[in-house]
């Protein structure tokens, strides 16, 4: 009995290991949806390697989903195992209770039984035909009483000796269980691993396709502000640059379009920074700011300038902070596409008017420094 005891150690140290059961569960979840957004929203690099390698990170993860099924299958039935286990354990505990009663009330009846043996009961006459009858008649009822003590008993052994059959082998299972548990886990970390690897590959090789699309890109913009700066064909000896600017809206993209045709104005007497929505417009000069809105320019800033010009900025998506003394550099507003450019692409129209006066073309002015 005391050695049946001491072997539940091995039932509760299995237990033990059940932090790294959900360990394990969040690390096939996490990774799955890691595969799972990656391999739905790559870009189409159209090359058959990112196909294949696409192909090896769903195959991974199917895998690593089949291993994850095997293991979970494994740990319930371990779980369900250690729960029976448990079980039988409470009603060994009570058989036990129950045996130590009854052996009790055995041991006090032998006793009572052997110190009364041959003593007269009290209060009969036993030379009396009655008396010796009443004496049978309680030492029968006495008799019977033992008996059903007896009779409990030797069903509560039986079944004491049953159940400790069931925990022995619940605990057999229990270690095989065990056994498989360590198999199907060192597997899933196994599928795991490939699965990362399969996906770490496939990042890396997709990395290298939009590291190569945006050198592209820029190879791209580069190539076109150079033919700005040509003016296609066009000469900006004499034209009016300002100076002492500072860009107005860095890394937007744009080229010259002073004078391309315009169905609200006529004509285009600016220049289109391209950029994405909410990108900072920057003050070219320090000076004075006043915001504007409505017709053509939708949300937009007259900046007159301490430089005695004036620049325009239209097309603002928001402001930043209203009419004020701004520094060289400072925010005035985010790119958007108000006013007659709604619909279109976000961009700011910026214009140069020297001394306050005409527009001038301000490609020569920003082509510089942005």
């Known amino acids: 009995m005391k050695q049946e005891r001491r072997r539940k150690g091995t039932h509760r140290t ?35 390697e990112i196909d294949d390698l696409r ?4 195959s991974a993860r199917q895998a690593a989903t089949e291993a994850t099924l095997r293991y979970m299958d494994a740990v319930n039935e371990l779980e369900g195992l250690e729960v029976r286990i448990a079980e039988t354990e409470r009603d060994i505990g009570v058989s036990e209770a129950t045996i130590a ?10 006793v ?12 009969l006459d036993l030379g009396r035909p009655l008396d010796r009858l009443r004496r049978q008649k309680l030492l029968e009822q ?22 400790e059959r069931a925990l022995r082998t619940l605990r057999a299972r229990a270690a095989e269980s065990r056994d498989r548990l360590a198999v199907e886990q060192a597997q899933l970390d196994q599928q795991l691993t490939a699965a990362q ?46 100076t002492g600017l500072v860009c107005p809206l860095p890394g937007a993209s744009f080229i010259d379009s002073w004078g391309f045709p315009r169905a609200t104005t006529g004509w285009h007497q600016g220049v289109d920074l391209m950029a994405p929505r909410g990108t900072p417009n920057r003050a070219v000069v320090s000076g004075r700011v006043q915001m504007m809105s409505g017709g053509t320019s939708g949300l937009g800033a007259f900046l007159y300038g301490d430089d005695g010009n004036l620049y325009y900025y239209f097309h603002f998506d928001a402001y930043q902070g209203g009419a004020r003394q701004v520094a060289q550099g400072e925010v005035i507003g985010y790119v958007g596409n108000t006013g007659d450019a709604s ?17 001038v073309n301000p490609y020569p002015s920003v082509v510089g420094i942005c």
């Open 101 to 110: 009663r009854l052996g009790d009330l055995a041991r006090d009846r032998a």
């Open 343 to 359: 619909g279109g692409a976000t961009h700011t129209h910026f214009e140069v008017h020297p001394g306050g006066g005409a527009a």
């Open 55 to 58: 192909t090896a990170v769903v």
């Open 112 to 123: 009572t039984a052997y110190v009364t043996r041959g003593v007269e009961i009290g209060g």
């Open 14 to 48: 299995a237990r033990a290991g059940a932090p790294g059961r959900r360990t394990a569960s969040r690390r096939v979840a996490a990774l799955c949806a890691g595969l799972a957004l990656l391999v739905t929203s790559a870009p189409g690099a159209g090359a058959a």
């Open 197 to 242: 690897s399969a996906l770490a590959e496939f990042e890396e090789r997709i990395r290298r396709e939009e590291a190569a699309r945006q050198e592209r890109e820029r190879a791209r913009l580069a190539a076109q502000q150079a033919a700005g700066r040509r003016g296609n064909g066009q000469t900006y000896d004499g034209a009016y640059v300002a």
């Open 142 to 163: 006495a008799n019977a009483r033992d008996n059903a003590a007896v009779q409990e008993l030797g069903t509560a052994v039986a079944a004491l000796a049953a159940r």
